[in-house]
């Protein structure tokens, strides 16, 4: 640790930040004197309905407030934000008119493209018109295989605007993947891209859509273009129409927002755990709404006119946090491709040429710049670029360092951390205090983090479980096909009754500050994307050279790869052909990032006496932690075929 930040805010830019001016807003109605940051989040998570009150007037919010804020507020969960209020989502994001973009695109083989607000109101008004003429109502499901594009925005809208229910996934995924999601919520529509690009090569779709159209039997398939080859890609999917087909016949017009209740259904992401196929994760449109226009305004200071960039694809959660900047008014930078393709100056040249204010990424992204020796400040105009933030795996310091030796020294580099499970974040960027190497700032406002010991006592200075104390909007509603709510309580709520327990291992600093080391759950996070081991067992138990497998996350060069684990059937050998072949049946089957970067042979796999696989106790032995609860392993023996193994030190 050094006695020297990194950054500290501006005073003058600070001062005119809409950060201050929420404190003056919310001080000013509270009768407090709320400019300490620290005296700001106390307040916001004391006096929760004074503050999400606040929220709602200085951030505009179009729609009905109602008279009550939080109903039944000590129920976790169980409480109701805003129970009377009536909004719309995609009205609140169709925040502005005009010939300005509201979108900006770019894709890996050079193509660029802008979208006007009057443009994307316009598509959203003929894609709203499209969907009820295919019986589309509230409460449907649509899914979506697409890339982060214009077209998928504007789709997510018209169905928000609804009152349908958004789903979407990247097109890497393979049909089983995909399916094992869409499969669950039974989309009306189906929409997909005719083919995309990656690292230099053009990625054929159509046997893929061909599958996965016939098993979710929708409605309607709607094919996207990218690759100029919709019509044919279409012809060959049954029920298939081309975007323009779609959409032919519906003129333009004012889009119709229908009023909703706060709590209704927005989003469906998904979650898995680490038995059985990926948890359905029911977000809020008001939910979702407040929260990101929160960490939009107030946290990253976003302006209206500002250009915002995330990369991101929309099988990630900072898809649907990107897609919330509109609702500030604020111009979305979308990228669809390798961020390597053809170097890591990739998005670099973007932020440069259309200059942008808020530049966001993974931790596994900027090592990566950092190992190719790239320095952008010396090779790029970022003097647009204010803020940057980093998520998907925690930052190393060293991260933080290259950040301000080679990419911007005035940067406000913000570490950020919450998940799919909350579609937002815990802790996050600050802009009123300073950057400490290896640290995330603090807690988001209106967010009561705390750090609990295994008794559920609150500790400093030692690692322990990231809570939650108190509901908060971005809750999810629940659980797809969860009707008591018994998988969304065991995910949150087992290990401290009435308090959100997430599954990271979480520390405080003397700076008030959060260091996150990772996950204390067995779900995988490589690159940044939540990954669940049965997807994984789903593939390579189909083989029959493998009988059993069991797969962890090693921490490992700044981020977590996969190790997967086979137990194999007599006489079969872990040789290069079959480790080959095991990867092409995750690759297709799930998705490239499903594919493990160790595959290792053991001859036994430990289990409880109830018979199930202990991926934490693996997990634990292979980063040489103590393993507890031994006496409930019905062979505990087995734990030593998995210690200081020389194929994971390399």
């Not at 700001?40 to 009905?64: I, K, M, N, P």
């Not at 109502?137 to 809208?157: H, S």
């Not at 390798?338 to 204010?357: C, L, Q, R, T, W």
Request: glycine share 10%; with cysteine; charged share 20%.
């Amino acid at each position: 640790m050094t006695d020297t930040p990194l950054w500290r805010p501006d005073p003058q830019a600070l001062e005119h930040s809409p950060w201050m001016a929420f404190a003056g807003f919310a001080g000013e109605r509270a009768g407090l004197s709320l400019s300490d940051p620290l005296a700001l989040h106390q307040w916001s998570v004391t006096d929760r309905e004074g503050f999400w009150s606040a929220v709602w007037d200085f951030c505009g919010v179009r729609g009905v407030k109602g008279d009550r804020i939080i109903a039944n507020g000590d129920a976790m969960p169980g409480a109701r934000f805003f129970p009377d209020a009536a909004l719309n989502f995609a009205e609140n994001l169709l925040s502005r008119t005009g010939a300005e973009p509201a979108l900006l695109f770019r894709a890996e083989d050079k193509l660029r493209r802008e979208m006007s607000w009057d443009e994307l109101s316009a598509l959203v008004s003929r894609l709203q018109q499209a969907f009820r003429s295919h019986g589309v109502v509230k409460g449907d499901r649509i899914a979506a295989m697409m890339p982060n594009m214009p077209e998928t925005i504007a789709c997510m809208l018209a169905c928000a605007s609804i009152g349908a229910i958004w789903s979407s996934c990247s097109p890497d995924f393979g049909v089983q993947g995909v399916l094992d999601r869409f499969g669950q919520i039974e989309p009306k529509l189906f929409i997909a891209c005719d083919g995309y690009w990656y690292n230099g090569k053009r990625q054929d779709v159509t046997a893929k859509l061909a599958g996965i159209s016939a098993s979710l039997k929708p409605k309607a398939t709607v094919i996207v273009p990218l690759v100029d080859d919709a019509e044919a890609v279409a012809g060959a999917v049954a029920g298939a129409a081309t975007l323009a087909a779609f959409i032919e016949g519906h003129p333009a017009k004012a889009v119709d927002f229908e009023p909703l209740p706060f709590s209704h259904p927005l989003y469906i992401l998904f979650s898995s755990g680490t038995t059985g196929i990926p948890k359905c994760i029911v977000h809020s449109a008001g939910g979702t709404l407040l929260q990101h226009l929160k960490e939009h305004r107030l946290h990253c200071g976003l302006e209206p006119g500002e250009r915002l960039f995330y990369f991101t694809t929309c099988g990630w959660m900072m898809w649907n946090w990107l897609v919330s900047g509109l609702a500030v008014g604020a111009t979305l930078c979308l990228y669809d491709g390798s961020p390597f393709h053809p170097d890591g100056n990739v998005i670099f040249d973007y932020a440069a040429e259309e200059k942008f204010a808020v530049l966001g990424t993974s931790a596994k992204f900027i090592d990566a710049v950092r190992k190719a020796g790239l320095e952008p400040a010396r090779t790029h105009d970022l003097s647009s670029l204010r803020l940057m933030t980093s998520t998907g795996s925690p930052l190393s310091p060293e991260g933080f360092t290259f950040v301000y030796e080679s990419i911007k020294p005035d940067v406000h580099l913000a570490s950020i951390s919450g998940g799919t499970d909350i579609v937002s974040c815990f802790v996050l960027g600050i802009p009123a205090l300073p950057v400490w190497r290896g640290e995330i700032q603090g807690p988001g406002l209106g967010m009561a983090v705390d750090v609990w010991d295994e008794d559920g006592q609150p500790i400093r200075g030692a690692k322990g479980e990231l809570v939650c104390t108190k509901p908060f909007p971005a809750m999810p509603i629940g659980f797809w096909n969860d009707p008591d709510d018994a998988k969304y309580r065991a995910a949150y709520f087992n290990r401290f009754d009435t308090v959100w327990t997430h599954g990271d291992f979480a520390e405080w600093t003397p700076h008030h500050g959060i260091i996150i080391h990772g996950r204390s759950d067995a779900t995988l996070n490589p690159g940044g994307v939540r990954i669940g081991t049965a997807e994984i067992y789903n593939q390579v138990e189909q083989m029959e050279e493998v009988l059993e497998a069991i797969c962890i996350g090693q921490d490992w060069d700044e981020d977590v790869r996969v190790v997967l684990f086979v137990r194999l059937a007599e006489g079969v050998t872990l040789d290069e052909d079959l480790q080959s072949r095991i990867r092409t049946k995750i690759r297709t089957g799930a998705s490239p990032r499903h594919v493990p970067a160790k595959i290792i042979a053991v001859a036994d796999i430990p289990r409880t006496k109830s018979g199930k696989i202990v991926e934490l106790a693996v997990r634990d032995v292979v980063h040489g932690r103590p393993v507890k609860n031994q006496e409930a392993l019905a062979n505990p023996e087995a734990l030593d075929l998995y210690r200081d193994l020389a194929e994971l030190k390399s």
